[in-house]
């Protein structure tokens, strides 16, 4: 319980800071992180299903690679180097999947750490994206 109130606090704290500091591509996958956060909470609230990884969450599976089409869709269009990154660990979920639905013996800790760790990372990209952007923005404005 406490990794995802430390989790859903720093998608706050990142989803703040992205509409106050960052631009397009950081705002927008700041919002679709929060997003994915917040469908499957809601689906744990109203399901009571919340992290038994001894079978495929389906409902995850769905997340991740709705997750990823937009995040990629951003990372496309954008002109910066880390929404790319964050596309390509929030891949790493969908393939965490895939692997674990081809082995089924996949041991269930192993598969919630390839689950759950590239959200991490993406949380920590966008903070620093939304960094760096901010930083650029304000030697420009400087200038």
Known sequence: MARFLLQVALVILVVLFAMRKGGRPERQIAMILFAMLAANTLYGLLVGWWSDYDQIPWHRVVLDCIGF??????????????????SGVQLLSVLAHLLRAIDADLHPLVYAIMDRWPYWMAIGLTALGTYLHAGRAKTVSND
């Open 69 to 86: 089409g937009l995040i990629l869709i951003v990372a496309l269009r954008a002109d910066r180097w880390w929404p790319l990154w964050v």
